[in-house]
């Protein structure tokens, strides 16, 4: 068990098992996992999770901003730690091998937004190929 998912689980609520086993596969993740790619990993690891708990852990661990969720072009959620990170930067998509990630580093340009509009959030994904499969091409 991650003491670091549990703290962090812990400013927000109660620590369950189910919240803190999520958490730490998605701050172990390289890139954004779908509900699918969660629950495949929770069970090959003999972690028994129902799919509504964990939806309904995803949505808690986005709405205590711990993680976040990224749009997909398949119309599929996919799920990034976010503990650190702003809701405003870059995600991207590799068209070859399905991975999202996020470019924290990389910050989208802002539109500036008519009077009496206030801006929240942003989600911009980046559709191309990714340095690891550039390189076999």
Same mark, same amino acid.
């Given at each position: 068990?991650? *003491?670091?998912?549990?703290?962090?689980?812990?400013?927000?609520?109660?620590? %369950?098992?189910?919240?803190?086993?999520?958490?730490?596969?998605?701050?172990?993740?390289? &890139?954004?996992?779908?509900?699918?790619?969660?629950?495949?990993?929770?069970?090959?690891?003999?972690?028994q999770i129902d799919r509504v708990t964990i939806y309904? /852990?995803?949505?808690?661990?986005?709405?205590?901003?711990?993680?976040?969720?990224? *749009?997909?072009?398949?119309?599929?959620?996919?799920?990034?730690?976010?503990?650190?990170?702003?809701?405003? &930067? /870059? &995600?991207?998509?590799?068209?070859?091998?399905?991975? %999202?990630?996020?470019?924290s580093s990389t910050k989208p340009d802002l539109i500036r937004l *008519?009077?009496?509009?206030?801006?929240?959030?942003?989600?911009?994904?980046?559709?191309?190929?990714?340095?690891?499969?550039?390189?076999?091409?």
């Amino acid at each position: 068990m991650s *003491p670091e998912a549990e703290k962090l689980i812990k400013i927000h609520g109660r620590a %369950t098992q189910a919240r803190i086993s999520i958490l730490e596969l998605l701050l172990r993740a390289s &890139h954004a996992l779908s509900h699918a790619e969660i629950e495949s990993a929770l069970l090959s690891s003999d972690q028994q999770i129902d799919r509504v708990t964990i939806y309904r /852990v995803l949505e808690w661990l986005v709405e205590k901003n711990v993680a976040h969720k990224i *749009p997909g072009k398949d119309r599929t959620w996919r799920y990034s730690a976010a503990y650190q990170e702003t809701h405003h &930067h /870059v &995600h991207f998509h590799c068209t070859q091998c399905d991975q %999202t990630v996020c470019l924290s580093s990389t910050k989208p340009d802002l539109i500036r937004l *008519p009077k009496g509009y206030q801006f929240e959030e942003s989600m911009l994904v980046i559709e191309g190929i990714c340095p690891r499969c550039s390189s076999r091409m």
